[in-house]
């Protein structure tokens, strides 16, 4: 059972800033009321321009949780965009090697990069949630999809199964204080959709948002980033992809349909579809681009008999389940569920 969690700021810093100090303050209380204490690392509220500047201090803060023994799970603030720049802090001396300890760590979006790096180190993690996406949801409470995972993850330190939201939630165009207690939009949703091959499979989860493991291949975003994914070897090879299943989904950005065609082709130039045992598709934000992506995908895999499965309730769109990555994964499309076992 989860009794201490530590909150980091890997990518961003916004939880520091005073514009959603009303989100953090509904965070902190909720994590109180589930009977939980609520660390956060030393350098997780410093802001946004000091955690973008001092990639060696978010580092710091997760190696230190890792470290800490009272710390039973490890929770990301929110994403961003740069937390590859940790890996020269964290693997040059084999850093996050030495800290790692079996502990629960859960993030999503840029915090793509984080799983892939414990994924490097033998660490077992969850994916679908962070704490102001989340926990410091401005509504009455926590989506209570998105809640259910998170409980029965903080009690058991494990998620048994997932099955799909009856439901799905428009973006909120707002997070004012003026907002809280709010509903957004809401919309009927229709399960998890095959799109190709048998609607059963199995393997071992791993990845992420396709926008972060775009930027593990293109320079445009960040010149460096390609060069220190491979220095450090944080993609994993053709073979290591061997039976596994690929997690996508994409931003909030909403990427475009050329963009995505292309973070495909990466994808396929790296071996990663002929090696996998499936592909599970998380339900982009507003449904925007469905229809382009699940066509691109059946064209950019070129694989007909491999299994496809989108619109499962992971990533940028509300509500969110929690996916755990390393764990053998038993997918079952007809049945609706993706069961788990250690």
Partial sequence: MIKTVGIVSLSSGIIGESFVRHEVEIGIRRLRNLGLTVRFMPHALKGLDYVRDHPEKRAEDLLEAFRDPEIDMILCAIGGDDTYRMLPYLFEHGELREAVRQKVFLGFSDSTINHLMLDRVGLPTFYGQSFLADVCEIGPDMFS??????EELIKIGKIREIRPSNVWYEERKSFEPSQIGTMPTEHADHGFERIQGPASFSGRILGGCIDSLYDCFDAERYADMPELIRKYSIFPAREDWQGRILLLETSEEKMPPDKYRKALMYLRDAGVFEAVSGVLVGKPMDEQYAR???????????????????????????????????????????????RFTE
């Fill in 145 to 150: 999809y998105s809640r259910g995972y998170f």
């Fill in 292 to 338: 382009e992506y699940r066509e691109l995908l059946v064209e950019g895999i070129d694989r007909p008999a491999l299994p496809v499965v989108m619109n499962v309730n992971v990533g940028h769109a509300q509500p969110r389940c929690i996916i755990p990555i390393g764990v053998w994964a038993y997918v079952n499309a007809d049945e609706q569920v993706i």
